[in-house]
């Protein structure tokens, strides 16, 4: 569609800036996670930034060209930097409670952003994310009760007003239309062509995967019971934690880093503290604060002074070059951007220092359980032709390869127990969110009754086949590399 020329480079350039647009972040257990008068302030700096910016020459053009009105101004700077500040907060302290500061930092991005792309073509986007929502959630059912429609519950519940105007004005437009069926709205042949353009400039911007991304981002915040699943579902995971230490070749008395250690696995339960000693230094980072904060009882209970906790993500690491002998990690590399982590990786280990990694390849997703099971999932056929967002054998060579020396490469199979469905889906579809592409274009609602779908299925699965049947081997990749500096 030829108004959405440009769009997609829009989007892409908002990523980079890290602005996102996904209001549903700002909620948390049903309620706003921004505190009252955080709300109240950027309330005020959206209106500012409307009445500023806004004027009544403005268009919007999808189809057609409209009136672009003051109010959906306001909307987008208010949900726009919303859901930013949540998103800053996580980045920049792991937390999703919004501080004071993160507030204007957002605030100012937001403001940036849209002063260099047009305030009009930033609302424009805006505009076109909500579009992309409502015809969506119509695609996905088929048809909807226009109250369930007006009221945004399967697809916008954050929405503050009913969606009355939206639902108008996409009938004028014509792509919205009465169902036969009394009482209920369908897409026209013209909604499902707009439809198919917008999910098509929203999948190749990025933007609908990274908005999928918040979701394990927000999951893991505020996962409490991590050692719970992964005790419960991974059998040999103690072990496997233990070849990790070794592959690392870790003399007492070195400085050592951990990456996304979680709870502690690696560091208290399977003994890495033991091993690097008093005399030397054992720094275990997460980006997760909630994780964190069991860590630092792991950390009382053992005495271990000399293991230092810090929040960090991969991409991002808050040390100069050069400063550690050992960079480790027990499945967590499937979760950061590669390029990013394997780069600042690279740059914190001392020339010479070695990295080592076990991470989770693709799900074999060949058993009879799994595959049906997961059926919903596979049945949506990925377009990347994956099912799950995890690295195949080449995917994490590659990268490190450019600044790295591979020293050491094996193959290991986690024994995943899947007797526990609610733990099952739990882990890998909601927390985890591994599979990734076929649950993005599923609207908010649906998401959830997926998850609710899955994990009944999974009773039956539990029901129908014997115990021993109900383990699958999950391979996995130990890498050794030394960095080349
Ligand atoms: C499956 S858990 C593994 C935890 C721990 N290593 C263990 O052995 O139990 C994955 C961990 O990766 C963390 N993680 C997610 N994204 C990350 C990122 N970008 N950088 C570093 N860690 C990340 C999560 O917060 C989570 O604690």
Not at 21 to 35: C, F, H, K, S
Not at 358 to 383: G, M, R, T, V
Not at 408 to 437: C, G, H, I, R, W
Request: aromatic residues 10%; charged residues 25%.
């Amino acid at each position: 569609m030829e108004t959405l020329y440009g769009f997609a480079e829009l989007a892409s350039h908002m990523i980079r800036q890290r602005i996102v647009v996904a209001p549903w972040l700002t909620w948390g257990q049903g309620q706003n996670r921004i505190p009252r008068r955080l709300q109240e302030e950027i309330e005020r700096v959206a209106l500012g930034l409307a009445n500023g910016h806004w004027n009544p020459t403005w268009e919007f053009c999808l189809v057609e060209r409209y009136p672009l009105e003051k109010d959906r101004a306001w909307e987008a700077y208010y949900e726009t930097i919303s859901s930013t500040a949540v998103y800053l907060s996580h980045l920049e302290l792991g937390q999703l409670e919004v501080t004071e500061e993160m507030v204007r930092v957002a605030e100012r991005l937001v403001e940036d952003f849209a002063e260099t792309v047009s305030p009009q073509r930033f609302v424009s986007f805006y505009m076109l994310t909500i579009v992309y929502d409502n015809l969506q959630v119509l695609d996905h059912y088929g048809s909807m009760a226009v109250d369930d429609f007006l009221q945004g519950q399967f697809h916008r519940p954050w929405a503050t007003a009913t969606l009355q105007r939206e639902l108008r004005a996409t009938m004028a437009a014509g792509g919205i239309e009465l169902s036969p069926a009394e009482g209920r709205v369908q897409l026209t042949a013209l909604g499902k062509e707009v439809l198919h353009s917008l999910k098509e400039m929203l999948t190749s911007s990025g933007f609908l995967r990274h908005r999928a991304r918040l979701i394990r981002m927000n999951n893991f915040n505020i996962l409490e019971d991590m050692d719970l699943i992964t005790e419960t579902l991974g059998k040999n995971i103690p072990q496997l934690r233990k070849r990790v230490i070794e592959l690392g070749q870790i003399q007492p008395g070195m400085t050592v880093l951990e990456l996304g250690c979680g709870t502690g696995g690696l560091t208290f339960d399977a003994g890495l503290f033991e091993v690097v000693g008093p005399n030397g230094r054992l720094v275990a980072t997460d980006p997760s604060t909630g994780v964190l904060a069991a860590l630092r009882r792991k950390r009382e209970a053992y005495q271990a002074s000399w293991v230092e906790v810090q929040r960090a993500r991969a991409e991002r690491l808050p040390w100069p070059a050069d400063s550690f002998d050992r960079v480790l990690g027990y499945a967590f590399l499937q979760f950061t951007d590669l390029e990013q982590a394997c780069s600042e990786i690279a740059r914190v280990l001392k020339p010479g220092g070695i990295f080592a990694s076990l991470h989770p390849l693709h799900f074999p997703a060949q058993s009879d359980f799994f595959l049906e099971w997961f059926e919903p999932l596979i049945k949506a056929k990925p377009l990347s032709g994956n099912l799950d967002t995890l690295p195949g054998p080449d995917t994490v060579p590659a990268v490190l390869g450019a600044r790295f020396e591979i020293l050491d490469l094996q193959y290991v199979d986690t024994e995943l127990l899947y007797s526990f469905p609610s733990l099952v889906v739990k882990a890998f579809v909601d927390v985890a969110n591994v599979f990734e592409e076929p649950m993005m274009y599923l609207p908010w609602r649906a998401r959830e009754a997926m998850i609710d779908q899955l994990i009944k299925k999974g009773e039956e699965i539990v029901r129908k086949y014997p115990a021993h049947k109900l383990v699958e081997q999950h391979p996995c990749q130990l890498i050794r590399a030394r960095v080349r500096k």
